[in-house]
């Protein structure tokens, strides 16, 4: 539920490359062509994306624990 939540809070291109890569299966190649960005850019994205994720997930964890 929270990472439906968080991933609700992300932009249209950051959870695109989130899904389609993580959830999907995607190369970051057929996401680019998908996307029309770059290859480098959908790196970039699904990188910080993933680390916006964690630090949601931490600071959940500091708040129940």
Same mark, same amino acid.
């Given at each position: 539920?929270? /990472?439906?939540?968080?991933? =609700?809070?992300?932009? %249209?291109?950051?959870? *695109?490359?989130?899904?389609?890569?993580?959830?999907?299966?995607?190369?970051? *190649?057929?996401? *680019?062509? /998908?996307? =029309? @960005?770059? %290859? =480098?850019?959908? !790196?970039? @994205?699904? $990188? &910080? $994306?993933?680390?916006?994720? !964690?630090? !949601?997930?931490?600071?959940? &964890? &500091?708040?129940?624990?």
């Amino acid at each position: 539920e929270l /990472m439906r939540d968080w991933l =609700s809070q992300l932009d %249209e291109v950051k959870r *695109a490359v989130f899904l389609l890569y993580e959830v999907e299966g995607y190369s970051h *190649a057929e996401i *680019a062509g /998908m996307l =029309s @960005i770059q %290859e =480098s850019t959908s !790196r970039t @994205i699904l $990188t &910080r $994306t993933k680390q916006w994720l !964690r630090d !949601r997930w931490n600071q959940e &964890r &500091r708040e129940v624990g």
